[in-house]
């Protein structure tokens, strides 16, 4: 994965994106919001947006970039609010990981219902806050109050887990599904032993790309598979050091 890291100016703010020019020869699959789902693709893009973002065309948006970038045909598109300069990449026999790593809302996936979400919370400098490795489970808040962890006033801490992995064998379309789950199961494994309790945050977003060319296709991509288990451990390191470094990051913040 020949990932590159270029910039550009937006709102005042100068903003790093990562481009894999994939080229032609790969299916994927994602939960980006674009170029999500199955299929032919041949470029990846994650961009970094502002902490205070508030478009409400992300998929234009996100056309606009790669215009910008030269990336042309059918590609995967995701945005963070985190720090993509900070992206982590990591390799296991074959499999390339990137992962870029912000967690100023860890949560759980399953939530009381009627529970406000902290995601939500508007940017007021004290309601968006970072934290605490080790603090409350998120699905306990309390109604009516946002994010239990330890606020910094006057600060936003962005927060997404985005992940890309590149596999160089063809994988059945129910390996790419399994591929998915693999690399989330991994994720959170990741952030619970860099001491986040949490499955991620509620903006998480994913895409395994696959080689198409090939007459055999592997049709296993769990955990104890040949590829699954290197696509785990690629995408555990990979996060896990994204988690390390995003609380590093937050104490140099005070």
Partial sequence: MNLETVWREEDGERLAATVWRAGPGHRMISSAMLGGGIGPAGWVLNAQVPGAYSRTDPVAHLAELAALYRLEGPGVGMLTAASVARTMRRDDAGVHVSA????????WAASPDGVPDPELAPLDGTSRSARTPGTANPGTVTPGTVNPGTATPGTVNPGTVNIVVAVPVRLSDAALVNAVVTATEAKTQALLE?????????????CVAAASGGAEHEVFAGPRSTWGSRIARAVHAAVHAGAVDYTRYLETRG
């Avoid at 870029?100 to 949560?107: C, I, M």
């Avoid at 309790?197 to 994913?206: L, R």
Wanted: aromatic share 4%; proline share 10%; glycine share 14%.
């Fill in 194 to 206: 860099a001491g986040y309790p949490c499955t991620g945050t509620a903006s998480d977003a994913v």
């Fill in 100 to 107: 870029t790593v912000g967690l100023r809302v860890p949560t």
